[in-house]
């Protein structure tokens, strides 16, 4: 009974909520792909791993939690449309990581997961969020701080 | 990812089975079974998806909790029927100036409509494409009742969509896909697969590559149409087909479409295509 009742408050938050939420405006920072990867950082600045995770979580924001199980136990939903996220930074590379998030479809044309940081060749695109990425550069490389952190299996 | 679904769903029902068979000992263990499974697993356990499962295609229902499936199961306790109850009074309440009522023509709807939402959306002659149920709702209001149309979301609509899918309950969808429906199911069916909004994404990425998953604290459900007009505890109240429509394509940040248009409708078919053979469940009950 207690299951049921927490899953009927649960569903009752909106996945990816579409409610207004300021995304960055503007120039997109440029970036040079090499082999499936950015091996440049996007802002120069060092990423905030504190602040990282807190994106991933965010459901405005990365939602990272969406798809992905992440080693954030004080968080109940985690999908599992992805892979988890467990250990995630002793199989890849920040660089690799980069790509994946700023525009996973280099990788996987096919792939659900959305382009976090890319603007381009998108169908009906709401309004608010036109010519916006969902997460800013910064945030790219905070949520890359973190994962790099999230070593093991 | 269906057949793991398929799997899990098979496994339970035949242990449960079992269980049954085999008396109150095979029961207590079956029990500590239960108890490890996950929430997915166990919402896939429940004997009663039998009726909402034919070969792969599952309707909502089998996604549900088993807490939300006792509320659709009791006519008393599931909300829709309210709105059924509207739907039933409207029926025979004339109105417009022919000075007519959905009973002048069809009498009792027990009889004349049983069936006759399983082949909606429909080609229609009148128009050139597709007919929902609410449109040729609206039509006989205007052509033959000449009263005033409804609005797609109001109660009156909601309710007479519900009363005349009650009159359909467990039979089989039937729409037709072929002859002069052809091309519109081709647009809904570019329309399915078609990626859209900031976040890019197809309605067959979430519920024909990933059903009987969890998206954050959503289960994915194979996206099936036959449950609508739904009552959503979200929404607290019955609501539409293209309402849900908009939703989903709000969730990934697109543009939605109007409620009723083309683009939506042609969708429709499309989707009562894929539930195709499943059971019309109208008035549903949903998360």
């Known amino acids: 009974m207690t299951y049921s009742r927490f899953f009927g408050v649960a569903v009752a938050v909106v996945f990816f909520a579409a409610a207004a939420f300021s995304a960055q405006a503007g120039e997109l920072v440029t970036y040079k792909i090499v082999d499936e990867t950015i091996p440049q950082s996007l802002t120069g600045k060092a990423g905030d791993p504190v602040k990282g995770r807190k994106t991933a979580i965010n459901r405005k924001k990365g939602n990272c939690l969406g798809c992905h199980v992440m080693p954030i136990p004080e968080q109940a939903d985690h999908g599992e449309v992805g892979p988890p996220l467990n250990g995630v930074g002793s199989r890849l590379g920040a660089a690799e990581m980069r790509l994946r998030i700023v525009n996973s479809k280099m990788i996987n044309p096919d792939t659900i997961m959305p382009a976090f940081y890319h603007i381009d060749g998108f169908h009906r695109v709401q309004e608010k969020w036109k010519g916006k990425t969902i997460i800013s550069a910064q945030d790219v490389e905070d949520i890359i701080a973190y994962l790099v952190t999230l070593k093991g299996k | ?287």
């Open chain 2, 1 to 287: 990812m269906g057949n793991k679904w398929l799997g899990v769903a098979t496994v339970a029902v035949i242990g449960a089975a079992i269980a049954a068979l085999v008396g109150a000992d095979a029961a207590a263990k079956s029990d500590k079974k239960m108890e490890k499974m996950t929430e997915v697993e166990k919402r896939a356990a429940d004997p009663r998806n039998k009726k909402y499962i034919v070969g792969d295609k599952r309707t909502g229902y089998v996604f549900l909790t088993p807490a939300t499936r006792d509320i659709q199961d009791d006519d008393f306790s599931n909300p829709s029927f309210v709105w059924v109850e509207t739907g039933e009074e409207l029926w025979s309440k004339v109105d417009g100036k022919a000075g007519k009522s959905c009973a002048s023509c069809h009498g009792d709807a027990a009889k004349s409509m049983k069936g006759v939402s399983t082949a909606y959306p429909k080609y229609a002659s009148e128009v050139k494409k597709l007919m929902a149920l609410q449109h040729r709702i609206n039509w006989e209001r205007k052509n033959r009742m000449q009263a005033k149309p409804w609005k797609w979301e109001s109660s009156e609509m909601l309710g007479m969509t519900a009363y005349i899918k009650v009159q359909s309950r467990g039979m089989p969808i039937n729409a037709k896909i072929d002859g002069p429906a052809k091309p519109f199911y081709e647009k809904g069916k570019k329309f399915y697969n078609q990626r859209r909004g900031m976040l890019d994404m197809a309605c067959a990425q979430c519920h024909l590559d990933y059903p009987a998953t969890m998206i954050r604290s959503n289960l994915l459900s194979q996206g099936m149409a036959n449950g609508f007009p739904t009552f959503r505890l979200k929404w607290q109240k019955l609501g539409s087909l293209h309402r849900r429509f908009t939703g989903c394509n709000k969730q990934v940040r697109a543009t939605p479409y109007k409620r009723g248009s083309d683009e939506y409708t042609n969708l429709e078919l499309f989707l009562m295509d894929r539930a195709k053979g499943l059971p019309s469940e109208a008035p549903s009950v949903r998360m």
